[in-house]
Each structure stands twice: as structure tokens, then as C-alpha cells.
């Protein structure tokens, strides 16, 4: 239930049982649509509302701005296999040459040759690098991934994806946010 949503669309932050966001990387937002149906379904807490409020002829409310759920979700200890992980693991950079442009992705053993698509076999790739290389294996178009391809933890992708902060995050969630970085004096 993750979406990618613009700040005008009013999300809501979602926060686990014990008060720390469900992923920061996508970070775990909600549509209002889908926060208030979670409200009423009694799945979640509200813990900080906009001033923005929707309103039936019979009934109002503010639109949540911070929920956390009832029920503890217990997080994955592995991350999902995806495009955007690859890409995160990599820190979307081209292994092969450094440019964050046209990012895809490449087998670094090419499947003909037998090479899977696994974390271990799988790096982000610009498509001219990606093209240079084509079919061939590392040796023999003399190109090699920048780091070894490897399965990341969560903890790999958090560490990656504080380089990366979201273009918008609204005051209200920021106390439940990077809960590891050093406080102001």
C-alpha cells in the first residue's frame, strides 16, 4: 500500500506498531484515501493530523498526517529483489563507468553464458556502458563492475538511502524520522 504521492496530495507517514517508519527507502507513505480507510477499518492510530479536514454532509475530520499501526509488522531482514533496490544498492550509479544518467540494469555473467538474475549477478548499468558491454564477459570487454555485486541487508539500503532524502517531508513527521542521527546541540 506504499505510494509515491506529491505533497499537495496530503500523505500520511506509516508507522509501525512500535513508532518507526515501515521502509524509509521508498519511505512508507499512504494516500489520504487510504489512511482514513485504515482509520475506519481500526488498523491504525492517528498520531498527527494536517489542518486540512474532508467532511460528508454528517461527519468531519482532519486528514491524518502520521499513523502508526496496531498490529507490529515484523520487517524483512532481506530486501526485495527490485529494480529500484538494485539501483539503491549501487547507490544509482553506473558500476561500470559512474554516471547516474540513463540508468538499467546488466548482467554482469550474461544470461547466455549462464550468469541468473541474482543480486550477486545483477548491477546497475547506464544503457551505453550496458550497450559497450553487451553479451560479453567482464574479461573480454575489459569492463568491471566499480563493487562486487552482492545481497544487501536493510541496514546496506537505509545506510545507501540517506544520500538520497526524499524532496519532501512534512514538519509533522519529523520526529519519527532518522532516529540514528546525531542531534543539534
Not at 141 to 150: E, G, I, T, V
Request: proline share 10%; glycine share 4%.
Amino acid at each position: 500500500m506504499t505510494v509515491a504521492v506529491s505533497p499537495d496530495g496530503l500523505p500520511a507517514l506509516v508507522l509501525n506498531a512500535h513508532y518507526r517508519p515501515l521502509s524509509y527507502y521508498p519511505l512508507s507513505l499512504w494516500s489520504w484515501q487510504d489512511a482514513i480507510k485504515a482509520v475506519f477499518l481500526d488498523r491504525v492510530n492517528i498520531v498527527a493530523e494536517y489542518e486540512h479536514a474532508v467532511s460528508s454532509p454528517t461527519f468531519s475530520m482532519k486528514l491524518p498526517s502520521v499513523v502508526s499501526l496496531k498490529a507490529y509488522v515484523k520487517p524483512s531482514r532481506h530486501p526485495a529483489f527490485t529494480r529500484f533496490n538494485v539501483f539503491l544498492r549501487d547507490r544509482f550509479q553506473c558500476q561500470y563507468c559512474g554516471t547516474p544518467e540513463d540508468l538499467t540494469f546488466d548482467h554482469v555473467i550474461p544470461r547466455h553464458r549462464g550468469g541468473a538474475t541474482t543480486w550477486e549477478n545483477v548491477v546497475a548499468a547506464c544503457s551505453p556502458c550496458n550497450l559497450r558491454k553487451g553479451g560479453m564477459m567482464p574479461a573480454h570487454a575489459k569492463m568491471w563492475p566499480l563493487q562486487k555485486p552482492f545481497q544487501p541487508t536493510v541496514h546496506d539500503l537505509h545506510n545507501n538511502g540517506r544520500l538520497f532524502p526524499p524532496n519532501h517531508l512534512h514538519e509533522s513527521w519529523m520526529d519519527y524520522l532518522y532516529w540514528d542521527v546525531e542531534l543539534e546541540p
